[in-house]
């Protein structure tokens, strides 16, 4: 993968505890803050599924009322001959 630069600035004491992290893990800063952001990435990518689902569960009913379907059978999309048409 082709790498980009990225300069960013922070105070001394960050830079300080962002080097003294990369070398307790044996790798560089540059690594460090990479595995850092990409960490970050997939948390927020979990914490979206996780709402997503949570939201679902939730609302299963008022979906299966709508679609004129028991919750049951919720997972796939719903047919299209036998959707109503939207207000």
Request: net charge negative; no cysteine.
């Given at each position: 993968m082709a790498k980009t630069q990225l300069n960013?600035?922070?105070?001394?004491?960050?830079a300080d505890a962002a080097r003294e992290r990369a070398l307790q893990r044996g790798v560089s800063v540059n690594r460090y803050i990479e595995e850092l952001v990409l960490k970050d990435a997939g948390e927020v990518g979990?914490?979206?599924?996780?709402a997503a689902a949570d939201f679902m569960k939730q609302y299963e009913r008022v979906f299966a009322e709508e679609f004129g379907r028991e919750p049951e059978t919720l997972p796939g999309p719903p047919p299209g001959p036998e959707r109503r048409p939207s207000p």
């Open positions: 960013v600035r922070v105070d001394e004491a960050t979990q914490t979206f599924v996780e």
